[in-house]
């Protein structure tokens, strides 16, 4: 059972998400911000749901299409937006970028680029946790695509063998860029839980477009891993949606976008979250509107601070490089 | 001062850093129950029970998870067991080790030390005879270093150890029995990364090598010596960030430069070297700039072929003597 004040707090941070996500869209379109932009915008409830079982002092590991990760750990949105616009004042002085968004201070270790990167180096976290002994876990997010990355089967191996506190979340969003993943002929066991079951790991598959699933499966595999039972790392298979196209700009040759627009409207999460929190009485309307309008303003005080804010000066061309 | 061999001297810098932080471990093929596959660090795992560990076969991993320990605050040290598989995890190092520190802006360090057993030895053939330090000279994040003899390995190995941003150890598979001496516990001379010494002052041409390739210039020195030609010799021991101040000094002063190591020639370190020198120096030269390396082919396994892509002193001294 959750208090109002935890309801309200997993609905902000699926609307910041959804918002933050929607205004970056905006602005990459109208060529305000340049790069490679990545939106999260149909797979909120799972960094929400994840991120809301985990400490400041967890680590995650996230991917090219990070942002809502990143909200969820905690990170704040200024810095955020501003990183998007290459502004000095970003998360990462500008020289990230959205594929590179990271805040180390709520144990957000960075954004990748590289598909699959995060796989090891969440299990290296976690083994790092274990021998220094602070009690803190690890989590990996990836998509379907990123399961048949070599990197994935040598870390779950590791995290398995060496009973390390960490979970694989697997945002099974239907499509790698433009490969289905049931008939894109990418792999012989659809099921990408199985693949955890060969490995010795824990392993569930949940509806990510419910909040309240992918909060419950997670606390499960949170409670293994941070008592340690046994075999403590564990994987959730989270399906869901991607309502737009790989990257800002897709035009999506390989499927009809409205039908995947619309697919996605029929089973969005946070309408699935307001439906089940009034049906059960646990919030009103009037609570999601006042909502909503809080994040708007965040939001855009977000984009008037990045766009106040400087381009970092040449001379930080050579900064945090050598010493 | 005290004798030693070079895979001793770098036992002795593990277990000095070991002993000094906590947060070090080691990770790595065949290292707790073999104590490295060279012998190199044998009688670590006795002594630090828990903190060198074995992995399985997963040399991805085995990067991947050090540059995530390294993440997470801990100081991991891992093994590559011969350098010549480091295309394995190709891309946690210059994607992920390298690129952390930069592109999260600061936020990141990166205190990994990767160890790589390079060189031709014991018959190696094509897999696992190579130097690929060049590689890594072309990745701006990496710091590399190669050094030559016991007191260099020992203290260029504590500076990796103790350095906040990740550092590739190319240690030379036959130097690794090499002996040399090194001074008492307690007077050693820190090491500086990216520093060159300066072996052999000398006037009428420069020597510049590291790793094993430093025999072939001491070696050529000490009988170009008996035919009237005094050599400098650097050992540049950091090819990233590299001296090459020092290389532009003694050139300046001996007009002449003659670069060797034992990598393949082609887009070597040398190359680098020489080019900087064209770039900076050339109307200091009075000759030709002289590069020696291994011929452009993979190394054979045949006794009478591998014979072939070594580079050999007689060489450089034929080589050397040409240009006067």
Redesign the interface.
């Known amino acids: 059972m959750f208090t109002k004040e935890e309801l309200l707090s997993y609905y902000t941070t699926m609307v910041q998400i959804r918002q933050f996500d929607l205004e970056a869209k905006r602005a990459r379109e109208a060529g305000e911000i340049l790069g490679n932009v990545h939106v999260y915008v149909g797979e909120e409830a799972i960094a929400t749901g994840v991120c809301a079982c985990l400490n400041t002092t967890d680590?995650i590991?996230s991917t090219h299409r990070g942002h809502g990760h990143t909200i969820a750990k905690g990170a704040q949105l200024k810095p955020m937006m501003a990183e998007l616009y290459g502004k000095a004042t970003?998360?990462?002085?500008?020289?990230?970028g959205s594929q590179?968004i990271?805040?180390?201070?709520v144990g957000m270790?960075?954004a990748?680029?590289?598909v699959g990167?995060g796989?090891?180096?969440?299990?290296?976290?976690?083994?790092?946790?274990r021998?220094?002994k602070?009690g803190?876990i690890?989590v990996v997010f990836f998509g379907d695509g990123a399961s048949n990355r070599?990197?994935f089967h040598?870390?779950a191996?590791?995290a398995a063998?060496w009973r390390l506190p960490v979970i694989f979340v697997c945002e099974n969003n239907g499509i790698a860029c433009s490969t289905p993943h049931s008939t894109g002929g990418q792999q012989a066991v659809v099921d990408l839980s199985k693949r955890a079951l060969g490995y010795g790991m824990e392993s569930y598959v949940v509806d990510g477009n419910d909040f309240f699933s992918v909060y419950g499966a997670m606390k499960r595999l949170v409670k293994r891993a941070r008592g340690g039972e046994g075999n403590c790392c564990g994987f959730l298979e989270c399906q869901t949606h991607r309502p737009f196209g790989h990257i800002v700009g897709d035009v999506q040759r390989y499927r009809d976008p409205t039908q995947a627009k619309a697919q996605w409207e029929a089973d969005d999460c946070i309408k699935n979250f307001e439906r089940r929190c009034i049906t059960a009485g646990w919030l009103e309307p009037q609570d999601f509107e006042a909502v909503q309008r809080a994040v708007s303003e965040t939001i855009e005080q977000a984009r008037q601070f990045a766009i106040d804010s400087p381009y970092p000066d040449k001379s930080q061309l050579f900064?945090?490089?050598?010493? | 001062m005290r004798t030693l061999t070079f895979a001793q001297a770098t036992c002795e810098a593990m277990a000095e850093t070991m002993e000094k932080d906590p947060k070090i471990f080691v990770m790595g093929e065949d290292l707790a129950r073999q104590g490295g596959i060279f012998g190199q660090f044998k009688g670590l795992p006795e002594r630090f029970p828990g903190r060198i560990i074995d992995t399985p076969i997963s040399e991805t991993f085995i990067i991947g998870g050090g540059v995530g320990a390294a993440l997470a605050g801990a100081r991991p040290v891992v093994d590559m067991h011969f350098a010549d598989f480091i295309g394995v995890p190709m891309d946690e190092i210059f994607n992920q080790m390298a690129k952390a520190r930069y592109m999260f802006g600061g936020q990141a360090r990166v205190p990994l030390v990767l160890r790589a057993p390079d060189g031709m030895t014991f018959q190696g053939a094509a897999q696992h005879s190579q130097c690929v330090e060049a590689w890594f000279c072309h990745i701006p994040g990496i710091q590399v270093v190669a050094p030559s003899n016991p007191y260099d390995a020992k203290m260029v190995l504590k500076a990796a150890i103790e350095s906040d941003d990740p550092v590739l150890y190319f240690e030379n598979k036959i130097l690794y029995k090499e002996k040399g001496e090194l001074p008492e516990l307690g007077s050693e001379e820190p090491y500086q990364i990216g520093k060159a010494k300066l072996i052999r002052s000398g006037t009428d041409v420069t020597i510049v090598s590291y790793s094993i390739g430093m025999k072939n210039a001491v070696g050529a020195a000490a009988i170009l010596e008996k035919d009237g030609i005094d050599a400098e010799v650097i050992d540049l021991i950091s090819l990233s960030p590299w001296d090459k101040q020092a290389v532009l000094d003694s050139v300046k002063k001996t007009h002449r430069l003659c670069i060797v190591h034992e990598a393949v020639k082609q887009g070597g370190f040398g190359a680098e070297i020489a080019a900087t020198v064209a770039e900076e120096a050339i109307e200091y030269l009075d000759a030709p700039i002289l590069r020696y390396g291994a011929p452009f082919c993979p190394i054979p396994f045949a006794p009478t072929l591998e014979k072939k892509v070594r580079v050999y002193t007689e060489d450089l001294i034929r080589g050397i003597k040409s240009i006067f």
Not at chain 1, 102 to 105: P, T
Not at chain 1, 319 to 323: E, K, R
């Open positions: 680590y590991e970003g998360s990462c002085h500008g020289k990230g590179h990271a805040d180390f201070k270790l960075g990748n680029g590289i990167g796989f090891g180096l969440a299990v290296g976290a976690a083994l790092a946790a021998y220094q602070t803190a690890s070599g990197t040598e870390a191996n590791m063998a900064t945090d490089l050598y010493d």
